[in-house]
């Protein structure tokens, strides 16, 4: 149980960033305040050409996650990323230095806690998110699919759908100035706006929540350098996310560990 338990945070955490961010408003533009609202969408815009980025994700939730990384989107969707907090469902994998790399569909992982709860004697194993849903009783796979669109974009695209977005002011997020939005988002109504893989991505991520509050950090380019949302599910549980996305345009390099430092992640 303690094995396939440590397995489903690996491969949940893994997603949570790899997965870890345009509709037209919905109402009359009466409701709107115009120029916070084209503020968004010319985010939305800006990012959809994003390839690369830096990024610290908070998690909290049903999972428990603390992270930074280098994160690539195109040609082929990598990251590299050190985690210092993750746990699901009480279960913690342990603190600092856990490491997770993502290179197509496979993960390679190190954290020594995990590795004695699957009994792996080296320092890396990895993950085939392709074939581990089985094990773990979800499908990844699938998931991962939508990583292309689990960019900066992503979260631009939801909170432009927001009818009630305002501009709270001006304020330096690592020293870069940028502009304040805040609003709530109608995930009923929002849902019918966006694609099939952008619709699968929040609903799983709302739980069932029919609203999302927001703030939004944009840059003088409109690309957003701070993003914090939070929704409550229809089980009244209380989800927020939090990420500070740096270095846009960066190159990223992603590379897998030494083959035999690798071993593969064994299921009872």
Known sequence: MMKKLATGVVAGSALALALTACGSPTESPKTVNLSAHEALNASAGKTANVESFSAELTVGGGATVHGTGSFQIKPAPAFSVELDQI?????NVGTGGTRLILLGQDVYVSNKNLNSLTGGSKPWVKVNLGTVGDKVGFNPGDMLKQVTQANPADLA????????VKKVGTEKIDGVQTTHYAGTVDLKTAL?????????????????????T??????????????AAKATSSEGKVYDVTVLFRDYGKKVSVTAPP?????????P
């Open 87 to 91: 746990s699901l469902a009480g279960f």
């Open 259 to 267: 083959a035999d430092q690798v071993g593969d992640l064994k299921f």
């Open 157 to 164: 695209k939801i909170v432009a759908e927001s009818t009630d």
């Open 214 to 227: 927001f703030d939004f950090w944009a840059d003088k380019d409109q690309l957003p350098r701070k993003v």
């Open 192 to 212: 019918k706006n966006w694609d099939p893989e952008l619709q699968g991505k929040v609903e799983g991520m709302a739980k069932g929540a029919e609203a999302l």
